[in-house]
């Protein structure tokens, strides 16, 4: 297997289960759709991008060689996996938050001694 290839297989293996992920978080919740949402909807799908292939790299660098010529991809794509889904969680977090708009302040509710 080539260099490259192998350096990028975690990535390539997990393209398009990132590409459906990705699709879902863009798509739903249907509305509201602003210039706003798009935004942060871009800078979500971008910042978990760059953070799985950060962790790929960092992953192929730093995988302990001593179990095995395959650890380094296992360990790649486990990391690389893990951070994407990290993100886009948070992401999808922080923007139900927002969508959902400030709390309502609590009920005072009298309490009868």
């Known amino acids: 297997m080539s260099t490259g290839v ?7 293996l997990f393209a398009p289960w990132f590409a459906v992920l ?5 798509r739903y919740p249907r509305q509201p759709r602003g210039l706003a949402r798009r935004i942060f909807d871009t ?3 971008t910042t978990a991008t760059a953070a799985a292939v ?3 790299y960092w992953g ?3 995988a302990d060689a001593g179990y095995g010529p395959m650890w380094k991809q ?3 794509t486990s990391l690389a996996y893990g951070l994407y889904l990290g993100v886009m969680a948070a992401a999808l977090v922080a923007r139900m938050r927002w969508l959902r708009g400030p709390n309502p302040p609590p009920s005072r509710a009298s309490s009868r001694s």
């Open 74 to 76: 296992v360990f790649a």
């Open 54 to 56: 950060a962790g790929m």
């Open 6 to 12: 192998q350096l990028h297989l975690a990535l390539i």
């Open 43 to 45: 800078a979500a799908l």
């Open 60 to 62: 192929m660098a730093n």
């Open 22 to 26: 990705s699709a879902l978080f863009w």
